[in-house]
């Protein structure tokens, strides 16, 4: 509706023109956006004086900003880059540093002439880098503003901002306009010094705000810098035990715990600092010298006192993820698992998931008791398959493809094992890795293949193949119930399988 309203707008506006907008000057364009301004203005006038003589009081608490929505989208920033033709630039990245994930970025295309523009959707304001060649540039992004840049050359002094925003981002190119972390040695080490030194570093930051910026640009800035100089004390008490307990040394939780910072580098490296310090002094980290199970005992203890000392979410589950990262790193071996569980169960910000399951597969890959790496796909019918949901049962899974022959010598073997293991807890599961789908799915026409059949996405190359180190098919694997590998090479049903599976108490049924 409210797009309707526009269009009519619009069209009334330019009824009389014979132009298509595409062939229209700027300045025609510029006259008709003026025209547009115009009548929203009227319109919010108008409707203001109908709303002071409405006795209902149906539409006094409601805004005239469906149409200017239409216009200026509330949840984008757009940035637009004018570069001298002489550099030859042809494109800008737009980055921001997130933990434990894949950064976000984006690129600003520019043309022949040198101009470029993007619209960046952003859920609240924040700090972004712009990157030109070698140079790398902060800049300060929100919602419903548009930035300009002219870059005359790639040095910072050659780089100006326009438009929205423009003084806050000038200032933020100050390298100066950021506090250190800690403190120099040459400081006098009385606490009272050490307290000034830090207070005089912040205020020389946040004198420079000016009253004109953006309010939560300032805000911003001045936590930033509060989280600096939080950063500079703890720093600084790290080799000083009998300062633990004195206030002035003490993090406030509000600080610690507000995870609208979160999206600041300095925050959370001040979270992670923090905690690392109270777990330093609260666990004995000469455990990790010791026999396996204390060194587990350790960073099962450790992740913990995350939730002891952190009540936002966001922040927990960052803090937990580094904890089983750090745990992985350390150990590299299955003794992590039930801990590895736990964090799945726990946490629930899948891009965390994707970070731990690649170190858990790098560092302590397919050996025998390892957790099985995930295995997605859909099942002939079209449902969604996912290894994760059999937990409890054990699985054995037939590698195959509709063009691999020896695959096929199996399949009546396969088909009679599914029959003798019915009562067992063991699911079997066939894994096609064909390339056409199509092809997969038209040879149940031709061929018999029981029990339940999967097809994964990428064929030879996908992660199923790559997770597992396939070099050929058929493969079969076991894996237990607790989704862990037993056999990542296990017997074929034409070989010795049942034997094999009497290890783990699984028997055929009786003739």
């Known amino acids: 509706m409210r797009i309707a309203i526009v269009i009519c707008v619009i069209v009334s506006i330019i009824a009389c023109k014979d132009k298509p907008l595409q062939d229209m000057t700027i300045d025609e364009l510029n006259s008709h956006i003026v025209q547009v301004e115009q009548l929203l203005d009227s319109l919010q006038n108008i409707r203001s004086q109908k709303v002071a003589l409405d006795t209902t009081g149906k539409y006094s608490s409601l805004a005239f900003t469906q149409l200017e929505e239409v216009f200026n989208s509330p949840d984008i920033a757009t940035i637009k880059v004018k570069a001298d033709t002489s550099l030859h630039l042809t494109k800008i990245k737009l980055t921001k540093g997130k933990p434990y994930q894949t950064d976000y970025s984006a690129r600003i295309e520019l043309n022949s002439e040198g101009t470029g523009l993007l619209d960046v959707e952003i859920d609240k304001e924040s700090f972004y880098e712009l990157t030109l060649g070698k140079q790398t540039l902060p800049v300060y992004l929100k919602a419903g503003k548009t930035i300009g840049i002219i870059v005359d050359s790639l040095h910072k002094d050659g780089i100006a901002f326009i438009g929205d925003l423009n003084k806050e981002n000038q200032w933020l190119q100050n390298d100066d306009n950021l506090s250190p972390p800690v403190i120099p040695d040459s400081i006098l080490q009385h606490k009272a010094d050490v307290k000034n030194y830090s207070a005089t570093l912040t205020a020389a930051i946040t004198s420079t705000l000016e009253e004109s910026f953006d309010a939560e640009f300032n805000e911003l800035i001045r936590y930033r810098e509060n989280c600096q100089a939080s950063r500079r004390l703890l720093n600084y008490n790290a080799d000083s035990d009998s300062l633990s307990s004195d206030p002035v040394f003490v993090v406030d939780d509000f600080l610690l715990n507000n995870s609208h910072l979160f999206d600041l580098y300095e925050h959370r490296k001040l979270v992670f600092e923090n905690f690392e310090k109270k777990a330093n002094a609260k666990l004995d980290k000469k455990e990790l010298a010791l026999e396996e199970g204390r060194a587990v005992d350790y960073f099962k203890d450790k992740y913990e006192l995350v939730d002891e000392l952190y009540t936002s979410p966001e922040i927990t589950e960052f803090l937990k993820t580094d904890v089983i990262f750090e745990a992985i ?30 170190k858990y597969k790098s560092a302590i890959a397919l050996q025998k008791g390892a957790m099985a790496p995930s295995i997605n796909g859909l099942t002939f019918s079209g449902d969604k398959f996912a290894l994760k949901d059999y937990r409890g049962q054990y699985v054995y899974i037939f590698t195959w493809a509709t063009w691999c022959g020896p695959c096929k010598v199996e399949l009546p073997f396969y088909e009679r094992m599914i029959e003798d293991y019915k009562d067992e807890n063991i699911m079997f599961v066939g894994i096609s890795v064909d390339k056409d789908k199509k092809k997969w799915t038209e040879s149940f026409f031709y061929d018999n293949y029981p029990g339940l059949q999967v097809i994964v996405p990428g064929d030879w190359k996908s992660p199923f193949v790559r997770d597992y180190k396939m070099t050929s098919i058929p493969q079969f694997i076991l894996i237990n119930p607790e989704g862990e590998i037993e056999e990542l090479n296990a017997e074929r049903p034409t070989k010795y399988v049942k034997a094999q599976l009497s290890q783990y108490g699984i028997y055929p049924r009786a003739l």
């Not at 569980?341 to 399951?357: A, G, L």
């Open 329 to 358: 790193s350390t150990l590299r071996n299955i003794s992590l698992n039930p801990l590895v569980r736990h964090f799945e169960n726990d946490v629930d910000y899948q891009p965390y998931h994707k970070t731990i399951n690649a």
